[in-house]
């Protein structure tokens, strides 16, 4: 299932990330796709904030590949993979580990490689020239896909 919105700002970036998290469980794969500057890691700190509790301090994995959060639904492990040279090193990080109990938001998902998740949220998010307003391509597997045919309100 696909699906494409139009954000036209941060609030409505919460406002979805809101709706994931609270559709997440173990064993869900989020992933972020786009550019920098993009919004790939606000959108990951308000699904993880929404998870935590909204004072809840969420530093970019940038430079330390992975950070985890213990949740009421269960641990999440934010990947951000921008700085990895091949798919081993994110193997390394404990990636599989992750994937099989855990729920995951991975940041730069094609620096895997071709891998591919069973429950899994791709975002593709792609700036708009006013420099405010994100599309986004939103394609689910497994689950998601009846999330995505339900998504209502976020534009």
């Given amino acids: 299932m696909k699906r494409e919105l139009l954000l036209h700002s941060l609030k409505n970036t919460q406002y979805l990330a809101a709706k994931i998290a609270h559709f997440m469980s173990p ?16 959108l990951a700190r308000a699904l993880i904030r929404t998870l935590m509790g909204e004072n809840e301090t969420v530093p970019s994995p940038t430079f330390t590949l992975v950070q985890t959060y213990e949740t009421e639904k269960g ?7 921008y700085r990895i040279k091949v798919p081993e090193e994110a193997e390394e990080l404990g990636l599989d580990e992750a994937l099989r109990q855990h729920m995951v938001v991975i940041e730069w998902p094609e620096k895997l490689g071709r ?25 689910g597997s497994g ?6 045919q339900k998504l209502k309100g976020v534009e």
């Fill in 75 to 81: 641990e999440l492990w934010h990947f951000d993979l």
């Fill in 27 to 42: 064993q869900d794969v989020v992933t972020l796709r786009g550019d920098l500057g993009t919004g790939k890691s606000e």
């Fill in 115 to 139: 891998k591919t998740f069973k429950n899994n949220l791709d975002i593709q998010m792609i700036l708009q020239p006013s420099g405010i307003s994100r599309r986004l391509i939103l394609e």
């Fill in 143 to 148: 689950h998601w896909a009846s999330f995505l």
